[in-house]
């Protein structure tokens, strides 16, 4: 069983900034596709950006340039830097897992981030 925690959301003026953080409780977590996906209210849920075992990372372009995702697999820990926040940024943010040797990805259970003046 995987279990992603997320947390750092919370409310923030345009232009700041915030840091989120995904704990997976997991074995063999180096082996995992990480991602954030967000859901505003009436949309669905996209990709935001996700990084590989390699730590090869893909953004989606409303996001490149202003987000970045890291992870750390001693912590086993996945963030996603959000930097230059807009209104538009305004969602649930989800943290994802994706076997790196197939399966049924794994979800969190989101944290709101609100960017609101």
């Known amino acids: 069983q995987v279990q992603l925690v997320e947390s750092g959301g919370g409310l923030v003026q345009p232009g700041g900034s915030l840091r989120l953080s995904c704990a997976a409780s997991?074995?063999?977590?180096?082996?995992?596709?990480m991602g954030w996906y967000r859901q505003a209210p009436g949309k669905q849920r996209e990709l935001v950006a996700t990084i590989t075992s390699r730590e090869t990372t893909n953004y989606s372009d409303s996001v490149k340039g202003r987000f970045t995702i890291a992870r750390d697999n001693a912590k086993k820990t996945v963030y996603l830097q959000m930097n230059r926040l807009e209104p538009n940024d305004t969602a649930v943010y989800y943290c994802n897992a994706k076997p790196a040797w197939g399966g049924f990805d794994a979800w969190g259970q989101g944290t709101q981030v609100t960017v609101s003046s």
């Open positions: 997991v074995n063999a977590f180096r082996l995992f596709v």
